[in-house]
């Protein structure tokens, strides 16, 4: 299947696996993951014209207003690497947003193929995000289990990111829940919506997308 084209979004929540999937279906089919985070820090890097609008929001703590993403997103969907397809990651988060892009996809061109939705409930979400800790001394994550309470690497102490609290992970997941569930019912009404089942192994999440993508590619 190596060379097949698709141009693809892919939603999650926080704790889904969704970078994890939406990099190794990159790689394997070499579409271009096109993240909207490296988005904005590439172009503030090569500090563009569009990438210094971008930089004085980020510099402000201040979230970059919906038209600047898109014209960001429109600049890198006319680079010629996305042209063997693309995988959206982080794009789009809200149906406002959806919208902006289905008026924009036309005119360059662009025809959307699939929207994936990796889905994982809540409770398990929370235990993955609240046994992920960060080691103080090297930084390195570290999937806590029971017995481990030093960093295998470097033996410094084991620390959560604030991010990762359960009570925050909460909160996270209900404003995502609250985003999401709009966009994933625009996506489901234009038949474009592949809800994958996100439980169990990276690996067997991963077999679940390619074979939605591609249902004659089973067994083969
Ligand atoms: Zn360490």
Request: proline share 5%; hydrophobic share 35%.
């Amino acid at each position: 299947m190596t060379g097949s084209r698709k141009n693809l979004i892919i939603l999650g929540a926080p704790g889904a696996g969704k970078g994890t999937q939406a990099k190794r279906l990159a790689g394997d089919f070499s579409w271009v993951h096109l993240s909207t985070g490296d988005m904005l820090r590439e172009a503030i890097d090569k500090g563009t014209p569009l990438g210094v609008r971008v930089e004085s929001y980020v510099k402000a703590g201040d979230l970059v207003p919906d038209d600047l993403i898109i014209e960001l997103v429109g600049e890198r969907l006319q680079q010629p690497d996305c042209g063997s397809g693309f995988l959206l990651d982080g794009f789009p988060r809200t149906v406002r947003q959806a919208r902006k892009l289905d008026e924009l996809l036309p005119g360059l061109g662009i025809h959307l193929d699939a929207v994936l939705y990796i889905r994982v409930p809540d409770d398990l979400i929370v235990e993955r995000l609240s046994r992920r800790f960060t080691c103080s001394e090297c930084g390195q994550m570290v999937i806590g289990s029971a017995g481990i309470s030093e960093c295998p690497e470097c033996g410094g102490g084991l620390m959560r990111r604030p991010d990762d609290e359960p009570d925050t992970i909460i909160h996270r997941l209900g404003v995502y829940r609250e985003n999401t569930r709009p966009l994933i019912d625009l996506y489901e009404a234009k038949r474009l919506l592949f809800e994958i089942d996100g439980t169990g192994s990276a690996e067997t999440v991963y077999d679940r997308i390619v074979s939605a993508l591609d249902p004659d590619s089973k067994g083969e």
